[in-house]
């Protein structure tokens, strides 16, 4: 077994194989001045190896969904005996059906294509929409990291008593496991996102939320629009204390700003997306079902 390190994911493919004792394949990659992709294994055979490419798909996310095809494709011309992706934030998987006529189903091309080029298994981490990914011909693993971001509140003292608090009805199973580490009780922020225009919307409905320490946990902080219209929700509700918690934190633009502006302590989120905030390691949880 190898482990490709992915130009997007190399710090976090070092952790996965530091854990699993397997040897890693560097990867040369130069861009080019109109920016197309030049990439080089560092090794001369991979001939009957099962491999592991790992990369993740945040911004800049059709350069590295790129690269990722070009590995993968790369790794069948050379004979692997296997090629499981390991794509920790899954590109594209917000748009998992066609919300209107016309539109693309972006997730099922991306599964296809890499397929194509000889991927046999993928591994993601808190997808968008899980039950989608179950539909593919191609297996995905959604696996949830939710319970490492919850044990980092724990371990660090960051809270006392915290309620977890999902991003819609819908995430709720979120809030479950993040409270079955926390046990300071459960619920969900309710969300209407308009089809049309994007624009998520927070309903004023009842929380537990007068003078707790609150966790808000969410797969994606991109804009950090809803993020801080959350925080602000729970913060006018008289919360104590208020963390934003999520598996990718894309963080574009002013987000952690406008998060913090808002009334959180602190963002918190893991290596899925290597960032400022990157806190929690997902190595320990990827080494398991990779073993
Ligand atoms: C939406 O369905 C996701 O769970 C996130 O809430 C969303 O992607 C966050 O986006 P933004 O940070 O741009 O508001």
Redesign the pocket.
Known sequence: MKIILGPASQELGQKLAQIMKIPVTPVFLKTFPDGESYLRFETESLKNEDVIIVQTTSPPQDQRLLQLMLMADNAKDMEARSITAVVPYFAYS?QDKRFLPGEVFSIKTIINILAGCGVNRIVTVNA?SPSVLKTFKTPVLDLSAIPLLAEYFKTNKLVRDALSLS??KK?ISVAQEADSILHGGYDYIS?K?DIAT?N?TLENKPLPAKNRDVIIF????????????AVKLVKDKGARKIYAA?VHP?L?GD?RKKIIENGAEEIIGTDAVPSPVSRVSIAPLLSKVLA
């Open positions: 917000r968008h991003m819609g995430a969300s996102r994007g998520v969410d797969d994606i902080i991109s804009s950090g629009g809803t993020m801080a219209k999520c894309l574009m987000s």
